[in-house]
């Protein structure tokens, strides 16, 4: 799936400027049509063939590319024997909360044999995002780039790249993972975890039978590369490094960032990263490996510690563009952090800075209407009657939980109940506000490791500035979960270590330039803090990108409800949404 996007942004003439200030108003509204099928596939990784759920036949998925401000409208037809839906990670779906795609909260799945249009427009956002199916785990093969240009006649806030490569990293398995969590949810236990990390769905030279089966990007000497960087893995945050090459951050998530340099980066799932990568000025006589390998902090626990390599090539003088690998270069390896090297992580995130301009302000809520303070992490159920379980003892089963409820999806869509006014018996509006048991988050876990399962939402009036706490917790171990909010951005305004100091640590938060982004990690053993204003009505999930704790339960919907004006208010639901 490597492509380069140019990124074309033509400088007007004086002679032609009203010609051509005319045709870029005129652009500024096209309607880009695609068609997506869901489709089965035979895809051969790691010596073995299996089928997979594909969108179009194609693994990873087809990039999908706009400009900022474009009507995107995806006609999804679903040709396998799965329920399905797709989810635009990221575009804020300002008021279209239909097109959002998370099953059961904001539609019923597209059922085989269906189809559903998802139709949304790109309302001021530029840069990497991603789409994925979301629904199970069907995410592991049906997904891709999303790629937003600015608007005609804008230019990038740092110099232009010669040429824009996706490079979205994956997750394998040699079995089919909708068996892998049938089979993990029946037992209690922890699924299988994966066989190996892809790049561009390829596993690369370092597994078993995949030399053949590696992402190579072939650069010019001097030339600059905006490689746009995906975590599309299920279940893994990755480190990824370039031998003898540094990378330059630009964005995240969609937003554009102070530019900084590192020689390692580390993206969570869900997330995207820009980053420039310069050649070297003249040929060098190597290659150079791209690699990215997982960080985990899962103690006890098992995770699949692999890594996964690209090959960067440089052209040689006087050779064919498309010419050869030549195998008998020498070929660098660079050195990544230890699996669990929670400091590198730290020292990384810390660094993500809005731009704060007056063309890309960082519009921080300054004042709080709304608190809310979430502990986020693992825990149990009991074994039902009479058997036992695979969980951390055989008598419990693995959960997950926000404020220790662990959210049950309805069997019809939330967002539908919602708006037709019938949620009796679908879901409550009582989702708390703060633990209902207070205790020492990072400290010596509670006797009591249970969970309560619960279909409960957290209502927001609209425009309402909200700031919100999540905070890990020692039940079953430290780990850092990504957590992903569907129909806005949030600013990260404070993190930190240990448990959450309600009295000291606002003092510290950044209000100035905080990273604005979409999916952020909440650090083992610790905490953060973002904050946002809740103007997009409709109803929005919010969950680990961790697919394994989603399906065990750490996940919660907002609803946000109507404001006073026309254009503050949900659109209807189109015509053709899938009903249950």
């Not at 009507?71 to 959002?100: F, K």
């Not at 050649?279 to 626990?301: C, D, E, Q, V």
């Not at 506000?433 to 490791?449: E, I, Q």
């Not at 969970?451 to 909200?466: D, Q, R, Y």
Request: glycine share 8%; net charge positive.
């Amino acid at each position: 799936m490597a492509m380069a996007i140019s990124s074309g942004l033509p400088a007007p003439c004086s002679l032609l400027m009203a010609t051509l200030m005319l045709l870029i108003v005129q652009a500024q509204s096209i309607t880009r049509h695609y068609n997506f099928n869901v489709q089965m596939a035979n895809v051969t990784r790691l010596c073995g063939t299996k089928g997979i759920v594909t969108v179009n036949g194609e693994y990873p998925g087809p990039a999908l590319l706009a400009r900022e401000g474009d009507r995107v409208v995806v006609r999804v037809t679903n040709r396998v024997a799965h329920n399905v839906t797709l989810h635009w990670h990221g575009i804020r779906q300002l008021r279209s909360g239909w097109a959002d795609g998370p099953a059961y909260v904001t539609q019923c799945p597209i059922q085989t044999g269906q189809s559903y249009v998802y139709d949304f427009t790109v309302t001021g956002q530029r840069g990497t995002l991603w789409w994925h199916a979301h629904i199970s785990w069907l995410r592991a093969t049906v997904y891709g780039a999303i790629v937003i240009l600015p608007k005609h006649g804008v230019p990038y806030p740092f110099p232009p790249p010669h040429e824009e490569v996706p490079v979205v990293l994956g997750e394998w398995w040699r079995a089919d993972t909708e068996a892998v969590v049938r089979q993990a949810l029946r037992t209690g236990g922890a699924p299988n975890i994966s066989d190996a990390f892809t790049i561009n769905g390829l596993p690369g030279p370092l597994y078993n039978c995949s030399a053949k089966d590696t992402f190579k990007l072939k650069v010019e000497p001097g030339k600059t590369y905006m490689l746009r960087l995906v975590n599309a893995a299920l279940n893994d945050e990755l480190f990824f490094s370039v031998a003898n090459h540094t990378l330059t951050v630009v964005e995240v998530d969609a937003v554009y960032v102070k530019p900084f340099t590192v020689k390692t980066l580390i993206i969570s799932p869900g997330q995207t990263t820009n980053v420039l990568l310069t050649a070297k000025p003249f040929y060098p006589k190597a290659n150079f490996y791209m690699l990215a390998a997982p960080y985990s902090t899962i103690r006890p626990g098992t995770f699949d510690n692999t890594t996964v390599a690209g090959i960067l090539e440089y052209q040689k003088p006087g050779s064919p563009s498309m010419s050869s690998f030549d195998k008998d270069l020498p070929l660098f390896k660079p050195v990544l952090p230890r699996f669990n090297d929670t400091g590198f992580v730290t020292n990384f995130t810390s660094k993500l800075r809005s731009l704060a301009t007056p063309q890309y302000p960082a519009a921080v809520p300054r004042s709080v209407d709304k608190r809310f303070f979430f502990t986020v992490g693992l825990g149990t159920l009991p074994c039902p009657a009479n058997t036992t379980c695979q969980g951390p003892t055989n008598k419990t089963q693995f959960a997950a939980a926000m404020n220790n409820v662990s959210l049950v999806l309805p069997s019809t869509a939330l967002l539908q109940s919602h708006f037709t006014g019938v949620s009796r018996g679908v879901y409550g509006s009582n989702f708390p506000v703060t633990p209902l048991l207070k205790f020492n988050y990072t400290g010596a876990p509670p006797n009591n490791t249970n969970v309560a399962k619960g279909t409960k939402l957290l209502v927001l009036p609209f425009n309402a500035s909200v700031e919100l706490v999540m905070q890990d917790t020692s039940i079953l171990g430290f780990e850092s979960h990504p957590l992903h909010l569907h129909g806005f951005n949030f600013f990260v305004v404070g993190q930190g270590f240990g448990n959450y100091d309600a009295v000291n640590d606002p003092a510290k938060f950044n209000l100035v330039d905080p990273v604005e982004r979409n999916t952020v990690g909440v650090p083992a053993g610790g905490w953060v803090a973002i904050r946002f204003l809740a103007d997009n009505p409709g109803v929005w999930f919010m969950h680990c990108h961790l697919e394994v704790h989603t399906t065990w339960g750490l996940r919660m919907a907002w609803l946000v409800l109507d404001g006073s004006l026309p254009n503050q208010k949900l659109l209807p639901p189109p015509a053709d949404l899938p009903k249950c």
